[in-house]
Each structure stands twice: as C-alpha cells, then as structure tokens.
C-alpha cells in the first residue's frame, strides 16, 4: 500500500477514508453499549453528533479554502471529494454531546468514546500517510495532434499527473476544473487520458468546451499499469526530486488540488 490505497475488490478507497468509516462504526457502537449499560437509551443523540461533527469539520474546511470554494460554491456540498478539518469535527461533537446528555455516567462515557475515537484517528491517519516513492518512468505520451510529448521537461521540476477517460463519470465531472487550473499553474499538469484515440478525446473537449492545454494521450494505458491502482481518475502530485509525495483517488477538489500543487512547489 505504497499509494495510501486499500483495494476492496474492484472498489479502491483511500486509506484514510476507510479509517474514519470505521471509527464512526466504532462510535456508534460505543454509545449503544453506553446506552444500555447506563440506561440513557438516546438514540437521536449518536446520528446527530455523527452529523454535527461532519458538518463542522467540513465547514471548517471550506472557510479555509473559501478562494477555492467561491468559484463554485455548489463544491461544498461534494463529499465524496473530501476536505475536512478533523479537529474541527471532534470539538464540534464533544460541544453536541455536552448540551444533548448534559451531565451524568452517560456523558462522562460518551466523551471517552469520542476521545479514544480522536485519539486513533490522528494517530491513524500519520501512520497510513504514504511516504514519498519514485514516480515511475513516464511512457510514450502524445499530444492530441499526434505529436510525442517531451517528458525530458518535466526533470528537476514538479509536476502533476492526472488520469482519466471520457467514459467517466467523476472524471468528466472534474475535467473542468482541472483544465482551468492547469491554465492558470506554474507547475506542469498532464492529463493523461487513458486507452483511448485522439480523434475521440479531441470530439469529447469540443462538445464539452473544455480547454485542452495539458491533455496528452496514453493509448496502451501504461501509465496506469506503472501506478499501479488502476483507478480513474487518479492524481498524482511529484516533487522536483521526482518523488510521488501524494495520490488522491476519485475525484479531486479545487481545493485539495490547489493545497497539493502548493505542497509539491515549497
């Protein structure tokens, strides 16, 4: 697990997130032996700190990326890209748990939970965080007008890998985003679209309007084989050294985008 990616079958999720999904399991089941063993049977208050929690580390993201999130503000409902703030979230649920339970063994107990909860999850989260690894040789690539993309370009320098397809549904819903980033960084982003001919790709950005700087073509989908998740869409972000310092699986959001083009430039 070298990329922070845990693969379930065809399903492939970041380690962290799996993480967090099993510490709120942990919770929930927590509080049930609380209640029982207390008789505070209150199950309204395990949802609503779950939720509170949630929420509050969200929103605590997203005012913190809020240059991101004013583009385009119906991002900070999309989930399932992530960007919380942990910290945020678990203060948030020990403040819920306090008003909801108000004193007593229950209470006492329920912040334990919630303590041991947080305590695994920052000491989690460090421990699943991949180290840096070699970014494999980059394959033939090739522009949409059939030209081999230089690679030698990219040595000594950051760069971002993106893969993608036009069947894909998260990719098409990001391909927007990551083409006007592309447009506007410093720092080189290839999007690497996989297994499929320029005549189709250049049809897909037409109908689509997307800007097309940075598309390049990876008909054999080698590069995806190199990486080794076989996930799309998938960004990678490399430092100058040539290092992958982070893969995010899934769709990306402007935000996280930026904070790790942002990371693989200091």
Known sequence: MTDGIVHL??????????????????????MDRIA????????????????????????????????AYSDDWFDIFAFWQGGFVAWAGFVAA????VWRL????????????????????????????????????????????GRPFDT???????????????WCGPCRREMPMLTHEAARSEVPVLLVNQREDAA???????EAGFRPGGVVLDPAGALGRELGNGTI??????????QVVTTHV???????FRDEIAAISD
């Open 233 to 242: 869409p998938t960004t990678v972000f490399v430092d100058a050294a040539g």
């Open 36 to 67: 029982v063993r207390t008789g505070r049977a209150d199950a309204g208050a395990v949802g609503a700190t779950l939720l509170v929690g949630i929420v509050a580390a969200r929103a605590a993201y997203v005012i913190r990326h809020w240059s």
């Open 102 to 145: 108000r004193r007593g063994r229950a209470l006492v107990m329920a912040q334990a939970a919630l303590a041991i909860c947080a305590a695994a999850w920052f000491a989690g989260a460090a421990a699943l965080r991949p180290a840096p690894y070699p970014m494999p040789d980059l394959p033939v690539l090739t522009t949409l007008d």
């Open 250 to 256: 899934g769709e990306i959001s402007r935000a996280a």
């Open 9 to 30: 079958g065809p399903v492939a999720l970041a380690a962290d997130r799996l993480l967090a999904v099993v510490l709120m399991l942990a919770f929930l089941f927590a």
């Open 200 to 206: 189709s790709v250049a049809s897909f950005i037409k």
């Open 152 to 166: 030698s370009t990219l040595k000594g320098r950051p760069y971002v890998v993106n893969l993608w397809a036009t």
């Open 94 to 97: 020990a403040l819920f748990l």
